[in-house]
């Protein structure tokens, strides 16, 4: 849209196929292809408006005979003439009968015909305006009238409850709209009717009330149709066979078709009384009681030790089960789930594993009859099992660990890559781990250890790679290669594939094949505990490995349709990276807490860390938080309240800004008890964001300004200022526990809120209270701390300067109010030879080193190709500088360092309030504002000053109203192993604090 060539909004382009108009409104991008409200009248249903273009240009003599509809049928010999002519062509007017459904009629000049045979529009499936192209049969627009072409390969209507299905089909009083079902399928679509019109539960025009609106948000314009009450008697069993809505004209034409998502039926006819049921493995006495919830299955059996056993259906609940005799005890079984799935459109009989399985046989090919309470699956002491103190959530620091990595390359661990690596305690590895927890690390946060999909389990099928990675330069294509080409069926992977929830990796076990995973699990929970260390498992729901009738599929594949989360039209949603879940409906919500329960009670694991906690509804994660704070030491052995609960509280996807229901997000779970990881301080710390172009992009801790690369992404020196400062008004706010309500003096002079600073459009601050809010300098995702680092430092920079920056770094997580993570090995300068999604790079780029003269993980190769190759022309001259090589003095020292500042946050009482007030009142950043130093962060605390200064040389601090005061460098860093530090200076008399470069100081008071 442009006038006297000035454009009013982008280019744009209509979809032709799909709409003939837009609506467009000034000074606005994007564009609409329904009119908002007022825009039009309603159309004009008294009459037929046909719009006829024909290639020539020539009109004359052309007319229309109409007969059936037409208010005033016309003489062949007198046509009807057009009303007006435009750029198109010409316009016919025909008025109609009163209730008419079509109009009949022959475009002609004389007696010659557009088109040979007679003509009839279907007022119901075209509406009443038609445009049409000459000598071409059908409409050129709309070219599909009340819904879409029939298509039963997707599933477009939604059954949201008993009576209600909601479709985006135009309902007039000229059509009709029904469910069809076929107890054994076999519909399908020929020559654009059905193949066999099975029986109908009729569909009366509705509307969708406003508790049916809040409930599904996203579907609230969506057009509703209500079952028919004479056919309400028969919708239980119309779910349990293929089930397909269609949308006919007045004479049975069929104008629409496609299949229906039926979750929210489902929900609403056995969701609530099965949401009580005891699934999958039960014992009482002795005796197993074998249950699933499966309410469209025609037919289940169990499968137990390769014999057929009959199962039973409650048909309040939609669960079959059968109770055996105690000798079914360790058999293997599964489910034989006769079934409709949408996905290959026929009934089948699916063989499949428990989705509530409590045991497996190797690589999950069975299910075991097994009872977790049996005292053979107990390790020696386990029922008396003293755990380390229970430490609050806003003072949980946290060592996050993959099982594999931890002792795979330790040549002092007797288990390397096992459970049992954590019972090794004169390991190199639990060495570390000791002396991490003496210095107040409280937790281990284990990387998924539930089955995971994407491993084999049995070491003899495991893949190594086939040449000796050793031999290769540090800067390499061949390393990576070879790891990829080993990758699929190597002993690694992350393990964010989720096969069955609640039962115990495989591959980490001595012998995957039945219950010796159980045992070792829980010897796994004892060597943490015994080193002080409390467990934290890394739980994946929002998604599975597998759907549709994939061999890994499992719950999909006893309900299809169900268990995952579907889009509009009926696909799966992906945004998760996998096939998505759908917790906010009813049993899988259930699923959800049941697991959770489980891995709390029967393996004492001490908190949750949820993947993707955003895709969660917030209720369901309320609803974990309800049923932990139930389990009791004298009922359950444990007490649910000292477990830990965070997540990952990103908003994107299909349900972003809730928009199927109210997430578990970052803004929403403030003041929950359930923390989620802030972003905020982390990228202002390293810079830049995970997926920038350039990964040069440097930030507080990385040298934006103070020691500026070579890198035109940073921008001017003014820019790099103004953003450097930002950047630390961002690290004060995530210093504070990210919360909204804290006010400060920020960089710019302005008096402002924690939740008034910007962060990528979004709010800083947004938690309620300190442990609203997981600090962090790194994680297992993106580039590892070092290895961002290595791309952010000057080129120049010296080993024992890299170390000092990881360390500042790290601080400013550690020495922050709430609750903070560090990827293990991040102290040792961890690196993955520049890896940012490491998730299936094996052994070689993944495991970690304890011993320091083993290096750090660096320069072990270019990273694999597909993740990282556009970064390669950044990485090598990287990994081919020795400059980078980190040697036992820069590992060990900034470990040391490290742990200094970690005793300092565990013991002083000031990092640990309680509220935002109490920090309101302790906490204060007294010299920002327009004269603050750029490069450096002051911090009082109490009686304590701590100042970060990133900035490559010494730094003064004069706290002018301390002058007088009495402070020292702080005891344990006075006699602690950075000798740098140790220089720091005070000047009573002036109240001035002197820093070397490069260094975090904490002064206390005398």
């Excluded at 992977?493 to 219950?515: C, F, I, R």
């Excluded at 829980?522 to 998604?543: E, F, P, S």
């Excluded at 993980?857 to 190709?865: K, S, T, W, Y």
Aim: hydrophobic residues 35%; glycine residues 10%; aromatic residues 8%.
């Amino acid at each position: 849209m442009e006038k006297d060539g000035a454009a009013d909004g982008p280019q744009r382009r209509v979809d032709l196929a799909r709409t003939g108009q837009v609506w467009i409104e000034q000074g606005e991008d994007g564009q609409a292809d329904e009119a908002p409200d007022g825009a039009e009248p309603p159309q004009d249903t008294t009459r037929a408006v046909l719009n006829y273009h024909r290639p020539d240009g020539d009109y004359d003599g052309w007319g229309l005979h109409t007969w059936t509809g037409a208010k005033n049928p016309t003489d062949w010999a007198k046509p009807l003439q057009p009303v007006r002519k435009d750029t198109y062509g010409v316009t016919f007017e025909v008025p109609l009968t009163e209730g008419a459904t079509s109009l009949s009629y022959i475009l002609h000049k004389g007696d010659e015909k557009d088109l040979p045979g007679d003509q009839s529009l279907d007022l119901a499936s075209h509406g009443h305006e038609v445009w049409m192209l000459g000598g071409t049969p059908g409409y050129l627009l709309p070219q599909a009238g009340g819904g879409p072409a029939p298509d039963l390969t997707e599933a477009a209507a939604q059954w949201i409850d008993s009576d209600t299905v909601v479709w985006k089909v135009k309902s007039t009083d000229a059509t009709s709209q029904q469910l069809v079902y076929a107890k054994d399928g076999g519909i399908s679509v020929v020559d654009g009717a059905l193949s066999d019109e099975g029986r109908w539960l009729r569909l009366n025009a509705s509307t969708l009330t406003e508790a049916q609106k809040a409930k599904f948000p996203h579907l609230r314009d969506y057009p509703a149709f209500t079952v028919d009450v004479r056919d309400r008697d028969r919708v239980r069993d119309s779910l349990r066979g293929q089930i397909v809505a269609t949308q006919r004209a007045a004479n049975g034409a069929l104008l629409a078709a496609t299949g229906v998502q039926t979750a929210g039926v489902l929900d609403a006819l056995y969701g609530e009384r099965a949401g009580g049921a005891a699934l999958g493995p039960v014992f009482r006495h002795g005796r197993p009681t074998l249950s699933v919830w499966a309410p469209t299955a025609r037919t289940v059996s169990l499968e137990l030790d390769g014999a057929s056993v009959p199962m039973r259906r409650d048909d309040r609940t939609g669960v079959w089960s059968v109770t055996g005799k105690r000798n079914w005890h360790g058999k293997p079984y599964r489910y034989v789930v006769k079934v409709w799935a949408p996905t290959v459109q026929k009934i089948v009989t699916n063989k499949v594993t428990d989705p509530y399985s409590t045991a497996l046989t190797a690589d999950s090919a069975r299910s075991l009859v097994v009872d977790l309470a049996d005292p053979t699956l107990a390790p020696r002491g386990w029922a008396g099992l003293r755990k380390p103190a229970a430490v609050p959530l806003r003072d949980a620091q946290i060592q996050e660990l993959h099982i594999r990595d931890f002792s795979v390359a330790d040549r002092t661990s007797e288990h390397p890559g096992e459970y049992l690596a954590f019972t090794d305690t004169r390991s190199d590895g639990m060495k570390h781990l000791r002396r991490l927890a003496d210095s107040g690390t409280g937790y281990v946060h284990l990387l998924p250890a539930f089955d995971i999909g994407t491993i084999p389990e049995k070491k003899a099928d495991q893949h190594r790679p086939a040449c000796d990675l050793s031999v290769y330069a540090p800067d390499s294509e061949e390393q990576q290669d070879c790891v990829a080409k080993a990758a699929a069926k190597d002993a690694f992977n992350w393990g964010y594939d989720p096969l069955h929830y609640t039962v115990p990796e495989g591959s980490y076990a001595s012998d995957p094949d039945g219950t010796e995973r159980t045992v070792e699990f829980r010897r796994m929970v004892q060597g943490l505990n015994g080193a002080g260390l409390r467990t934290v498992m890394d739980v994946v729901y929002n998604h599975t490995v597998a759907w549709g009738q994939d061999d890994k599929s499992v719950l999909d594949r006893i309900v299809p349709g169900y268990y995952q989360r579907l889009l509009e039209d009926g696909s799966v949603a992906t945004s998760t990276c996998c096939a998505g879940t759908a917790p906010e409906n009813t049993m899988m919500g259930k699923l959800v807490v049941d697991s959770v329960v489980t891995w709390a009670k029967e393996y004492k694991v001490d908190g949750f860390r949820f993947d993707l906690m955003g895709h969660h509804p917030k209720a369901n994660i309320l609803a974990v938080r309800k049923a932990l704070d139930e389990l009791t030491p004298a009922r359950d052995g444990v007490d649910g309240k000292n477990i830990v609960l965070y997540g990952e509280g990103w908003n994107f996807g299909e349900i972003a800004d809730d928009a199927r229901f109210v997430q578990a997000t970052q803004k929403h779970m403030a003041g929950t008890g359930v923390a989620t990881f802030s972003d905020r301080a982390r990228d202002a710390v390293r810079g830049g964001g995970p997926f920038d172009e350039d990964p040069g992009v440097q930030g507080f801790a990385s040298g934006l300004h103070t020691d500026p690369n070579t890198s035109k992404a940073n921008g001017t020196p003014a820019e790099q200022r103004a953003r450097l400062l930002h950047y630390q008004d961002l690290i004060k706010v995530g210093l504070t526990g990210n919360l909204a309500d804290y006010t400060f003096t920020d960089s710019g002079g302005r008096t402002v809120r924690g939740s008034d600073v910007d962060y990528n459009g979004a709010p800083a601050g947004y938690a309620a209270a300190p442990g609203d809010a997981v600090a962090y300098s790194d994680a297992h995702d993106n580039e590892t701390l070092y290895d961002a680092l290595a791309f952010k430092l000057p080129a120049g920079t010296s080993a024992a300067d890299r170390a000092r920056m990881q360390v500042l770094a790290m601080a400013a997580s550690t020495l922050s109010q709430g609750p903070s993570l560090s990827q293990a090995g991040t102290d040792l300068l961890r690196s993955k030879s520049l890896d940012r999604n490491s998730y299936d790079s094996g052994d070689w780029f993944n495991a970690l080193h304890w011993d320091c003269r083993d290096g750090n993980g660096f320069g072990r190769g270019l990273p694999p190709a597909a993740d990282n190759k556009d970064k390669w022309s950044y990485a090598k001259p990287l990994l081919a500088d020795p400059a980078l090589t980190m040697g036992c003095p820069q590992i060990d020292g900034a470990s040391a360092a490290y742990r200094d500042l970690l005793t300092i946050r565990t013991t002083e009482k000031e990092f640990s309030l309680p509220t935002t007030e109490h920090v309101q009142a302790a906490l204060s950043f007294p010299l920002s504002g327009t004269d603050e130093t750029p490069g450096v962060i002051t911090m009082r605390l109490g009686k304590l000053v701590v100042v970060i200064n990133a900035t490559p040389g010494s730094e003064k601090q004069r706290l002018a109203d301390r002058a007088g005061t009495a402070y020292a460098l702080h005891p344990v860093q006075a006699a602690g192993a950075d000798a740098t530090v140790r220089t720091s200076a005070y000047d009573r008399e002036t109240g001035t604090f002197t820093v070397p470069g490069r260094t975090v100081a904490v002064f206390s008071q005398r």
